[in-house]
T-cell receptor
Framework: DAGITQSPRHKVTETGTPVTLRCHQT?????MYWYRQDPGHGLRLIHY???????DKGEVSDGYSVSRSKTEDFLLTLESATSSQTSVYFC????????????FGDGTRLSIL | DQQVKQNSPSLSVQEGRISILNCDYT??????FLWYKKYPAEGPTFLIS?????DKNEDGRFTVFLNKSAKHLSLHIVPSQPGDSAVYFC????????????FGQGTTLQVKP
């Protein structure tokens, strides 16, 4: 199994508060991704990183920011959480841009009340 | 505009029989396709992939078929086992360009003993 750790695994917070989710990998892979999973939508890409300090937007990036200061860590921040951001968040990694599979962490379940 | 669609939300089959999961896509630039399996409270696990230069790829009980003219792929599981009960996601990528994965909505497979 790919060495990917997401923290926290569960979080409940209130609307308007900042939230940061962490993804930590031990594989030294260049590419890291944040997805959200919602019923009826599958997984949708929020942001991704192609190296330290190199990030780009995915299809649902509004309301989210990311940072990658080290190869092994990719942080997802909700500056001011809203109820529409209640979701399960998955981090993924890959060694190459493609074609190769991305490997996923076990997710963070985030509830915003 | 959903570029990757799994039109069957659920599928139920008897143990030992064949399971066929379907996926359609609209973007002719997609050149790499994957299937993931997901159990509750876990991240998606890579199952099998296929490049657009092939029309079939096999790995044990799992076979993926690609019909480029119809923009359709399918996953066959033979024989199906109760442990195969999970949510299955297909994903597509323009691996030669951005490498980003676009996921379908998922199909829940139940294999009955």
């Amino acid at each position: 199994d790919a060495g990917i750790t997401q923290s926290p695994r569960h979080k409940v917070t209130e609307t308007g508060t900042p939230v940061t989710l962490r993804c930590h990998q031990t594989e030294n892979h260049r590419y890291m991704y944040w997805y959200r999973q919602d019923p009826g939508h599958g997984l949708r890409l929020i942001h991704y990183s192609y190296g330290v300090k190199d990030t780009d937007k995915g299809e649902v990036s509004d309301g989210y920011s990311v940072s990658r200061s080290k190869t092994e860590d990719f942080l997802l921040t909700l500056e001011s959480a809203t109820s529409s951001q209640t979701s399960v968040y998955f981090c993924a990694i890959s060694e190459l841009r493609g074609p190769e599979p991305q490997h996923f962490g076990d997710g963070t379940r985030l509830s915003i009340l | 505009d959903q570029q990757v669609k799994q039109n069957s939300p659920s599928l139920s089959v008897q143990e030992g029989r064949i399971s066929i999961l379907n996926c359609d896509y609209t973007n002719s630039m997609f050149d790499y396709f994957l299937w993931y399996k997901k159990y509750p409270a876990e991240g998606p696990t890579f199952l099998i992939s296929i490049s657009s230069i092939k029309d079939k790829n096999e790995d044990g009980r799992f076979t993926v078929f690609l019909n480029k003219s119809a923009k359709h792929l399918s996953l066959h599981i033979v024989p199906s086992q109760p442990g195969d009960s999970a949510v299955y996601f297909c994903a597509a990528s323009d691996a030669g360009n951005t490498g980003k994965l676009i996921f379908g909505q998922g199909t829940t497979l139940q294999v009955k003993p």
